[in-house]
């Protein structure tokens, strides 16, 4: 997939005649907007996983609190799901996205400065709301992309889903050192928290370019593009909906507890950082070898069958201690797990005029917020039983194959 630079002026970018040669640099754009990806997910959600051990050992948590941590981000992912339809309707999302990355870097840093549970179980929740923000903002604009590119589509989404994959190697290969720079300082991890806040930083400068270039796509064509065709209705999706809620429930206690549970079983600290900087590469990948799924059904195949290898990836570190398997179960978990949220941004954009899609994402998205609240505090509710962080895993895997059972009822609309 070559990426031609643009020869005509920037103002012609919004949908050439027929007659012009599109130039837009639409995987540089793609690749550009998934630093979105990478801040609101990659870094604001998942970098706690590696910040959670020296963080719970440090301040003497119990499983059950530092599974809410993640529970709070959950919240205030929620929070702002709801809050974006009402957001869409009075700025764009370019501003949403920029202002959403922003506030997220903002209130990432904000978490090295307390000790206290209270505070931080705050921060989480508002870098929650943000993140939120920026993910539904920018997987609209890469809905947008695809729709001017339809052969690429899948492979456009996927490229911007899989740049939390980017955010998660930075979190894996830049917070160990960070942490060992910091050991004879107080509360080293907070140095950690404040390093990836001005990682997220950089990347929200980076955005402003294809914020630029995509505010100037926008117009009244995808207004009139929207004018008809079916209206977005929760129970037209309600399978799907219900799938992706067990997903919610299912992928965020593997994400939120995996390095602990490695820990546990006593894997080095860079056997830790290789696992999960290959998690975090296999994300990126995953773009290209889900793309032609994403493109092929209308209906909630893709998210069952993702869902369904998701949970099979889950459950492995909960049965077994041999490396090589482990390290087998993150390459899966990365290369599929966030093509299942390509694959409902998909399913909306296949059976949904543009105008709807903001409705349709921003409904998964709810739904999807809904289950990373309950996740993290039941499994981190059953590490603290008997079994420990294991049986959570089972409870996160069974999760994922319920959701995949419910997504394939999902039909595509007429």
């Not at 590490?383 to 994922?400: E, K, N, Q, T, Y």
Request: glycine letters at 12%; a positive charge.
């Amino acid at each position: 997939m070559h990426d031609q630079r643009p020869t005509a002026p920037r103002h012609s970018l919004p949908t050439p005649p027929g007659d012009t040669p599109d130039t837009t640099p639409y995987v540089r754009l793609a690749l550009a907007l998934s630093l979105g990806a990478a801040v609101s997910l990659g870094i604001t959600r998942f970098a706690y996983g590696l910040l959670l051990p020296p963080m719970r050992e440090d301040l003497g948590w119990s499983y059950t609190l530092a599974g809410a941590m993640n529970t709070f981000n959950a919240l205030g992912y929620l929070v702002g799901a709801l809050a974006t339809p009402w957001l869409m309707r009075r700025f764009s999302p370019t501003g949403l996205l920029l202002a959403g990355s922003l506030l997220a870097s903002l209130f990432m840093g904000l978490s090295g400065f307390f000790t206290a549970a209270a505070p931080l179980l705050a921060q989480r929740l508002l870098a929650g709301v943000a993140s939120a923000l920026v993910f539904i903002a920018g997987g609209l604009l890469a809905a947008r992309l695809g729709a001017r590119q339809p052969r690429r589509s899948g492979f456009l989404l996927g490229l911007y889903y899989g740049g939390t994959g980017l955010g998660i190697v930075v979190s894996a290969l830049g917070v160990p050192p960070v942490l060992a720079a910091a050991a004879q300082q107080a509360h080293a991890w907070a140095w950690a928290w404040w390093a990836l806040a001005l990682v997220c930083l950089l990347a929200t400068a980076l955005m402003a370019w294809p914020a630029r270039v995509l505010s100037r796509m926008e117009g009244p064509s995808s207004a009139a593009q929207g004018a008809r065709g079916p209206v977005f209705r929760v129970r037209d999706f309600l399978p799907a909906l219900a799938g992706y809620a067990g997903f919610g429930v299912g992928y965020i206690g593997y994400m939120t507890f995996v390095i602990a549970l490695l820990r546990e079983q006593g894997s080095p600290a860079a056997a830790i950082t290789t696992f999960y900087a290959l998690l975090g590469l296999a994300v990126i990948a995953s773009s290209r070898i889900w793309a032609g799924l994403l493109d092929r059904h209308r209906d909630g195949q893709a998210l069952a069958r993702l869902n369904a290898l998701l949970g099979v990836a889950a459950i492995v570190p909960a049965l077994t201690a041999s490396w090589p398997l482990v390290l087998a179960s993150g390459l899966v978990f990365g290369g599929v797990f966030l093509s299942v949220v390509a694959s409902t941004t998909a399913l909306v954009r296949h059976n949904l005029p543009p105008a709807q899609w903001a409705a349709g994402i921003s409904a998964f998205t709810i739904v999807f917020a809904a289950g990373q609240i309950v996740g993290p505090t039941v499994v981190g509710f059953i590490a603290d039983g008997p079994g420990g962080l294991a049986r959570g895993l089972v409870f996160s895997a069974i999760a994922l194959w319920v959701g995949a059972a419910l997504a394939t009822r999902q039909k595509a609309l007429a």
